[in-house]
């Protein structure tokens, strides 16, 4: 089956740092990636779409320049955490769909990232 | 915009019950699917099940059932003969077939008792 891996599953970085976190598609390409975040029990928020060899679309109230958002390959996207702060500390999970835009192909989702700023 | 609610935060079943939980969604579009989630203290998002809106047949993975109400907007899951494996947060999800984007519900935690 499809595997996302993302890595790393846990960082910790001091504020005013930045943090970078890859998502790869393992066995199939993915011209699609979604960023999520989520916070402890809580849902899964969609903070951008990230296209290939295009610049990633964020969804309303999410500060691209803070969260810089790169698929430069079929098979990886990263999201770089720039100046990172406290509140910025999260779980935040990558997912991709194998092929085109087809909404019944279900997301392949990476084991997450958990982020936390001191 | 699409919504989707679950109105239910925690729920709780004892093993070898049957549960329904609960989702509604809102949207003006015409061609979408919706899909159950399953995110396990691992937090590794596990699909359940998934329906096309155009389907009129409720979906079916072994224990796991939908109950699609298209008029109603409203998506609900009946989880069969609960095992201890099963507890886990619950995630109802909506994509549209415009975008591909999936949005999620609040999630429901359901816990399965000995």
């Known amino acids: 089956g499809a595997v996302v891996s993302q890595h790393p599953s846990w960082v910790i970085c001091k504020s005013g740092t930045s943090v970078k976190i890859e998502c790869r598609s393992l066995?199939?390409?993915?011209?699609?990636m979604f960023w999520y975040r989520q916070f402890p029990k809580q849902s899964l928020m969609l903070m951008a779409t990230?296209?290939?060899?295009?610049?990633?679309?964020?969804e309303q109230g999410v500060e691209k320049d803070k969260f810089l958002i790169n698929h430069a390959s079929l098979t990886l996207s990263t999201l770089t955490v720039t100046s990172a702060h406290p509140e910025d500390s999260s779980f935040y999970i990558c997912?991709?769909?194998?092929?085109?835009?087809?909404?019944?192909?279900?997301?392949?989702f990476g084991n997450g990232t958990r982020l936390t700023v001191t | 915009a699409q919504t989707v609610t679950q109105s239910q935060p925690e729920m709780s079943v004892q093993e070898a019950e049957t549960v329904t939980l609960s989702c509604t969604y809102d949207?003006?579009?015409?061609?979408?699917?919706l899909f159950w989630y399953k995110q396990p203290p691992s937090r590794q998002m596990i699909l359940v099940i998934r329906?096309?809106?155009?389907?009129?047949q409720n979906a079916t993975e072994n224990r796991f059932s939908v109950n699609f109400q298209k008029a109603a907007k409203s998506f609900s899951l009946k989880i069969s003969d609960s095992q201890l494996g099963d507890t886990a947060m619950y995630f109802c999800?909506?994509?549209?077939?415009?975008?591909?984007?999936?949005?999620f519900g609040q999630g429901t935690t359901l816990q399965v008792k000995p």
């Open positions: 990230s296209n290939e060899g295009s610049k990633a679309t964020y």
């Open positions: 999800a909506f994509v549209s077939s415009n975008t591909g984007k999936l949005i």
């Open positions: 066995d199939f390409q993915a011209t699609t």
């Open positions: 997912s991709a769909r194998r092929g085109a835009l087809e909404g019944y192909s279900p997301l392949h």
């Open positions: 949207t003006s579009e015409s061609n979408y699917y």
């Open positions: 329906q096309e809106a155009y389907k009129q």
